[in-house]
């Protein structure tokens, strides 16, 4: 099998938890399939970072997204005609709405349908007509948890069975101890400030009990919509190394998730791994995900996270041993090999829907 794979979407340390399931995945298919052959079809920005893959340069800068949606649907279908490929992977919910080949795309949740109020009107309705389309025309899809899967399959009206569930996964990094430089303790949030990523309602909810607990709150991502007014308790991080990261969740007291959001939900199973006691949003994919390692609250009341957080912080040694055993047991469900081997089985499935039907010849006449 010669795949080809769509990064046009895909600008280096922007677009999250899309980048690490796309660079995670790469190698895990090659290992799991000796004979699969990759292309991989890169932007400006991305090219040099996928240097150890053959690699075909689409030269656009996707920091335009016009110009990315033009180069996916006219210069990426040309590209993948050249290359011969018999597959196009599009891990980054778009897709061309024509192409010379078999097509998967994974869309990893519905986010612009579901939270409308994040996007702005231009960009959710193009998103509707576009990752709608690639949806629609894909000859399979594949989601990182069941809870993405119904809401694909009800809000573009595709048949479920041809949606795959590919769980996002987990490296082991997070399970190597690090060195934190932060004064503890602290309780920790990782999100971009997204309004659906719940920050805002965070602050006002560890505002209501700073006065009951040493704590610092660390807040770990980069401004958006959603940024929290600044609190005296509060400390705002925008960016830190990737090992600096592992290092904060493992010396973490709590990791506090109140997204009310989530197609699968990352820094929940990376604190499992890391061994930090979680609690979060009863929302969306987050208990699928988090199953029996954490514990949840309403991330609509203010008073629900900050009773969540007490509760947490007040639990015996035994009882909190028990929530990061169970933990890290749980974390242990995602694995890039088991999530290869789902994309592997779209991609073969991909091809053989799209291979025509063998016509028999008319029967002979007497």
Not at 31 to 45: H, M, P, S, W, Y
Not at 294 to 304: L, M, V
């Amino acid at each position: 099998m010669h795949a080809g794979v769509n990064t046009l979407f895909l600008i280096p340390r922007e677009v999250g938890g899309t980048e690490i399931y796309v660079r995670s995945v790469l190698p895990a298919l090659l290992a799991q399939d000796a004979g699969l052959r990759v292309t991989i079809f890169t932007n400006r920005e991305n090219h040099d970072s996928f240097a150890e893959y053959d690699r075909v340069l689409i030269d656009v800068a996707a920091t335009s997204r016009p110009q990315r949606i033009v180069a996916e649907q006219v210069a990426l279908p040309r590209a993948a005609a050249r290359a011969t490929i018999d597959v196009l992977y599009s891990p980054g919910y778009t897709a061309p709405l024509r192409g010379p080949c078999a097509q998967v795309v994974t869309i990893h949740d519905t986010q612009f349908l579901d939270f409308p109020e994040d996007f702005p009107w231009l960009s959710r309705t193009a998103q509707r007509a576009i990752v709608g389309g690639a949806a629609r025309r894909a000859h399979a899809i594949t989601t990182v948890s069941e809870f993405s899967r119904g809401r694909i399959a009800e809000r573009f009206g595709v048949p479920r069975e041809k949606i795959a569930v590919a769980h996002s996964a987990l490296s082991g990094l997070f399970a190597q101890p690090q060195p934190c430089a932060l004064h503890r303790p602290f309780l920790l949030y990782i999100a971009n400030t997204y309004p659906h990523k719940n920050a805002a309602r965070l602050v006002r909810a560890f505002g209501r009990i700073a006065d009951r607990v040493p704590h610092m709150l660390v807040i770990c991502g980069q401004p958006r919509e959603g940024e929290p007014p600044p609190h005296p308790r509060v400390k705002r991080i925008h960016y830190i190394a990737y090992e600096e990261l592992i290092g904060m969740v493992q010396a973490a007291d709590l990791m506090v998730f109140p997204s009310l959001y989530e197609g699968f939900g990352r820094p929940v199973v990376e604190a499992q791994e890391a061994g930090t006691r979680v609690i979060a949003s009863r929302s969306a994919a987050i208990p699928e995900i988090g199953g029996a390692g954490a514990s949840y609250f309403d991330g609509e009341r203010e008073e629900s996270i900050a009773q969540a957080i007490l509760n947490a912080l007040d639990e015996p040694a035994d009882a909190r041993a028990a929530w990061t055993a169970r933990g890290r047991e749980n974390a242990k469900r995602f694995t890039w090999q088991a999530c290869a081997e789902r994309t592997l089985g779209a991609l073969r499935t991909a091809i053989a829907t799209r291979q025509p039907k063998r016509c028999l010849p008319p029967p002979h006449s007497t």
